[in-house]
């Protein structure tokens, strides 16, 4: 709670907080109409919906759960098939993409799987949470796209690194190094965001090892 504890601070002169605690899971999906998680892996978020005192036993017809965590399809089908059938409640899974920097800014891009009525009941969340929003089909459709994006950044930061430090063996200026890349063909996302961190020395990307080898295990 401590966490949270800005957020539920008085913010305006109406002394409305931005949010409001929920003890368990059940209470948070039983006071509001669209639920979201974003969780470390599929184990803490089955909990989080099938464990006592979960979503399962909030959710009611017409709320929608948003899985915004990064998970396999299979396992985001399961647990959204379980939350339609016994609750009526519509599922959609909306993993983020485009790093903790963007998410600080509102600026992350939306996968979002899922009907098209849980879409557009979603949607004005979604577009306050992140700029660029993409309904990609049916559920677990965003999970399948989410898993290949972050391959494909986890293996364009690492031939990021080689690149660079082949530059510095070979005596080149990295801050040059680093502007050549980033006008040529070589250049990528990641290159203009992570290779900063690396040439300034704090090699923060705010991001953890084992949720790189999470998500890599997931391709």
């Known amino acids: 709670r401590a966490r949270a504890e800005p957020f539920l601070s008085p913010r305006d002169s109406s002394n409305r907080a931005a949010a409001a605690w929920a003890e368990t899971p059940r209470a948070m999906a039983e006071a509001v109409d669209v639920v979201a998680t974003c969780l470390p892996s599929t184990a803490v978020c089955a909990e989080v919906v099938e464990g006592e005192d979960g979503l399962l036993e909030g959710l009611t017809e017409g709320k929608v759960w948003l899985e915004m965590s990064t998970t396999s399809a299979a396992d985001v089908r399961r647990l959204g098939g379980k939350v339609e059938e016994a609750t009526g409640a519509m599922a959609m ?10 998410a600080d800014t509102g600026n992350i891009s939306i996968f979002a799987g899922g009907r098209r009525e849980a879409f557009e009941i979603a949607l004005p969340v979604l577009s306050t949470l ?19 994006t972050n391959y494909l950044a986890t293996v364009h930061l690492l031939a990021n690194c080689e690149a660079l430090a082949v530059c510095k063996m070979a005596g080149a200026d990295l801050n040059v190094a680093f502007e050549a890349i ?15 961190l690396i040439l300034n020395g704090s ?7 084992d949720l790189v080898c999470k998500d890599v295990g997931l391709f």
């Open 130 to 148: 992140g700029r660029r929003i993409l309904h990609t089909g049916e559920l677990g459709s965003a999970s399948v796209l989410k898993v290949v």
């Open 93 to 102: 899974d909306a993993p983020v993409s485009g790093g903790c920097h963007r």
């Open 203 to 209: 090699r923060d990307i705010n991001f953890t090892m």
């Open 182 to 196: 980033r006008i040529s063909s070589g250049n990528s996302f990641s290159h203009e965001t992570e290779s900063q």
